[in-house]
């Protein structure tokens, strides 16, 4: 089946703009995460739901960033008047769980630069 | 906090070699452990999933272990191939208390290990 989707896949900005990511989950998947990752590192975890329910957003870096989930599937993080320090691999993953027994699903990512 | 280590940062050797890759962590009171496989401009493939109680997971040519008290995984991959090229991440899951309750989403990865197999 379908895995999880993302859009765009790139996207170039220019500082000071705002940027919608949207996220596509595998079909039926309770929980969606958000991670972002830097050249050369590893992934580094931004935001969870379970369905519509923000669970945790410790680790979203300041206020410019915020994730929505209004109906349980597809998801959007923005992040406002975005600057150069926010260029990075955005990724989106989903599990059919929030329970930590189950595995996470990601997406291909979107590259975000901001000129 | 946790950390991950993996070792070594990048490794190269000729096809049909047997190897191991690394991974460490600070931690040790993990819920489990995946491995990934990234190749460039795609997503992260998951390899396998170790649960705290489990020691080892098996599939095909991959082996991956788990030492939870020692804090450390070996990923075993017997026969390389050059397909096999590509960054390899591992994965800890951890619950934490927040403002929510309890979360258990959070993975904290390490920063890869880059394989390269050649012909």
């Known amino acids: 089946g379908a895995g999880v989707s993302q859009s765009p896949r790139y996207k170039v900005t220019k500082r000071g703009q705002d ?11 309770v929980s969606l995460y958000w991670y972002r990752q830097a050249l050369g590192q590893g992934p580094e975890f931004l935001t969870y739901f379970n369905y519509e329910a923000q669970q945790d957003k410790s680790g979203l870096p300041n206020d ?41 699903y990601f997406g291909p990512g979107t590259r975000l630069t901001v000129t | 906090k946790q950390e991950v280590t993996q070792i070594p940062a990048a490794l190269s050797v000729p096809e049909g070699e047997n190897l191991v890759l690394n991974c460490s962590f600070t931690d040790s009171a993990i819920y489990n452990l995946q491995w990934f496989r990234q190749d460039p401009g795609k997503g992260l493939t998951s390899l396998l999933l170790i649960q705290s109680s489990q020691r080892e997971q098996t599939s095909g040519r991959l082996n991956a272990s788990l030492d939870k008290s020692s804090g450390r995984s070996t990923l075993y991959i017997a026969a390389s191939q050059p397909g096999d090229s590509a960054t390899y991440l591992c994965a ?28």
């Open chain 2, 92 to 119: 800890v899951r951890k619950g934490f208390l927040n403002a929510g309750g309890t979360s258990y989403g959070k993975l904290t990865f390490g920063q890869g290990t880059i394989l390269t197999v050649h012909p």
């Open chain 1, 64 to 104: 410019r960033f915020s994730a929505e989930r209004p109906e349980g599937s597809i998801s959007t993080l923005t992040i406002q008047r975005t600057e150069q320090r926010d260029s990075a691999m955005y990724r989106c993953a989903s599990s059919p769980q929030g329970e930590a027994t189950y595995e996470q």
């Open chain 1, 19 to 29: 940027v919608a990511l949207r996220c596509d989950p595998i079909s039926g998947h």
